[in-house]
């Protein structure tokens, strides 16, 4: 069982997640990929420098190469293993959560996230990783264009030329976050007409909280509405992580950016290619699934969590993944959740129609969460054996991918423990919201049975 590796890598409050765990678990990451070259990035958060020359050290310690790539997004940093020829990668940064938190996320040569059965595998190499003599220190090599050449990647996968003929108005919210390192420039280049909110990067996160919830992002909804800007976008703080406003200055939640990526990548090149399969994890919407079988395409469950996603895009599978927080992997890129991909794609969709238009495509279904505390291992696996048994009892169709879900003919709910909280979190969704309330009530309900 893993000790230090959750879901995405290690995640941890300062007093925890310090300096000195940094160097101890960067140490044995250099020895799972061997000592080979290994790119270092972080994101504006306070102790992410601290953190950053503690991985540094760590890997430098045991002759590992160093590529520091330093302040860059998460997908930037992702896009930039091949083009480094890195043979893996740590990003420092907490993602969506508060200033407070910060993580080691990490990646492999091939662009795998590494997930938390992996890290038992790093785990393990704690403490055992032999340091190299004193000349055998190999020295941190600095790269800074990384941003330019994500940007580069990014350009040539969407129609610019259409872009820059419609000159799409946009509002980005940046939320202080690495998207402010991105956005800009990329929009620009593409002759998009921009308004910026919390464009200045900030580890604090004043403008806003960093995960771009409706609610976080009301600015910017109101802003979309008073400009008359075609579109609206918004990032968590390490960008892997985008949702939408369309015209109307109405909030597009994650779910439905990744049906709508799937709707303009099997729509349009799909025709000429043929079908594609899609990945999701089993907390997903099935409006993307919706979507992909109109095509002909199948959809693929994973467990939840990026790692997941990006190890069944490697297989070969399927020609896109994505979940239900506006995370979207565009493999023609690379295997990252990439926020600003998802976006540019968006943009390039405005030339056709406008987002309300494209929404119309997507079927709507409504989504209710409910959460039980469970103090222990133990007593989640009680909660969640409770739902198992009474699903069973009512033969219904029952995927254990990840915790227990079930489907219905137009609805599912799944039921599983947190990975990172002391929580059994209950999801439920269906045509209605009434429908999506009573399949929550009722089910709640059995699990709490003691």
């Known amino acids: 069982m893993a000790k230090y590796f959750g879901t995405n890598g290690v995640r941890g409050l300062f007093d925890a997640l310090g300096p000195e765990l940094a160097m101890g678990i960067s140490q044995a990451i250099g020895a799972y990929f061997k000592c080979g070259k290994i790119i270092v990035a972080r994101d504006a958060r306070l102790t992410g420098e601290c953190l950053k020359h503690a991985a540094i050290a760590g890997l430098q310690s045991i002759g590992c190469e160093v590529a520091d790539i330093d302040y860059a997004s998460a997908p930037t940093a992702e896009f930039m293993i091949k083009r ?36 038992e595998g790093i785990e393990r190499l704690m403490g055992h990783a032999s340091p190299v003599a004193w000349d055998g220190i190999k020295p941190t090599t600095v790269y800074r264009n990384a941003a330019a050449d994500h940007i580069a990647g990014i350009i040539k996968l969407v129609d610019k030329k259409r872009i820059r003929a419609r000159k799409p108005k946009l509002v980005l919210d940046c939320g202080n976050g690495m998207a402010a390192f991105i956005a800009p420039q990329l929009f620009t280049e593409l002759g998009c007409g921009i308004t910026m909110l919390n464009g200045s990067v900030d ?21 979309v509405k008073s400009s008359g800007a075609d579109a609206g976008i918004a990032w968590d703080g390490d960008s892997d992580r985008v949702v939408f406003a369309d015209e109307k200055g109405r909030y597009v939640i994650g779910d439905r950016v990744f049906a709508l990526s799937v709707l303009w990548k099997l729509g349009k090149a799909g025709q000429a290619r ?3 399969d899609i990945a999701t994890t089993v907390s997903t919407s099935r409006a993307a699934e919706d979507v992909a079988r109109r095509f002909g395409g199948k959809t693929i469950y994973t ?78 696996g009680k909660i969640v054996g409770r ?64």
């Open 84 to 119: 480094l020829g890195a043979d893996g990668l740590i990003i420092i940064t907490a993602s969506h959560n508060p200033p407070e938190w910060n993580a080691l996320k990490v990646v492999d040569g091939n662009g795998v996230t590494v997930s938390k059965e992996r890290g």
């Open 203 to 223: 580890g604090r996160f004043p403008g806003r909280p960093s995960e771009p919830t409706e609610a976080n992002v009301s600015a910017m909804l109101d802003a």
């Open 274 to 276: 043929g079908k594609g």
């Open 303 to 380: 467990k939840i969590g990026a790692p997941y996603l990006s190890e069944e895009v490697a297989k070969g599978h399927a020609v896109m993944a994505g979940e239900e927080v506006g995370g979207v992997i565009w493999p023609e890129l690379s295997l990252a959740k990439d926020g600003f991909m998802a976006a540019a794609k968006m943009v390039e969709s405005l030339c056709e129609k406008p987002l309300s238009a494209w929404l119309e495509e997507i079927p709507r279904y409504h989504n209710v969460k409910a959460k039980i505390s469970a103090g222990t291992e133990e007593e989640k």
């Open 387 to 450: 739902v198992r048994r009474e699903m069973q009892a009512r033969k219904l169709r029952v995927i254990e991918i990840d915790g227990v879900r079930a489907d219905f003919d137009d609805s599912w709910l799944i039921c599983r423990p947190s990975g990172t909280e002391n929580y059994v979190r209950i999801f439920a969704e269906a045509k209605s919201g009434e429908k999506a309330e009573k399949l929550l009530k009722e089910w709640k309900e059995i699990a709490e049975k003691g």
